[in-house]
């Protein structure tokens, strides 16, 4: 399963990446709202290894069988080092790419019209936040993937 996960894992990880920069060069001038569109879109993407990962493992490594609870595992595995990948470029990206990306998020939001608080929580903790909003999507991948994918032994 290490290897399974590591690969697939690595791959979410790179892709993330990828498409982070990629983002950062084609579409540094779209207002924060079509950003965030294409930061979900590209959460989605890089976890799409998630189901090629499982079906590795059932297919390849555990001889074409594979259970529910195995199977989410394996998904959830492969989430954790893609959304390590996805904080790390947002951790990068907010202190030292654009040091002040959340002023002018802040700046956008009051344009639009919010009038609520908004803390400034830094780059760390929004790192961390975008590790488990990858997580959480990472596991909602997991589950309907294992759904696909499971096989039972004959």
Partial sequence: MKKTVIRYGTYGFVLAMAVFLISLILWQDLDFSAQERIGYFMMIVSLSFVFFGIKNYRDEVNQGTIGLRRAVLVGLLISV????????????YTTLVNPDFFDQYTSAMRAE?????????????????????????????SVISAVILKRKRK
């Fill in 81 to 92: 080092i893609t959304a390590i990948g996805i904080a790390l470029a947002d951790l990068i």
């Fill in 113 to 141: 019209g919010y009038r609520g608080e908004i803390p400034d929580y830094g780059s760390g903790f929004m790192a961390m936040i975008m590790f488990l909003t990858v997580m959480i999507i990472g596991l909602f991948v």
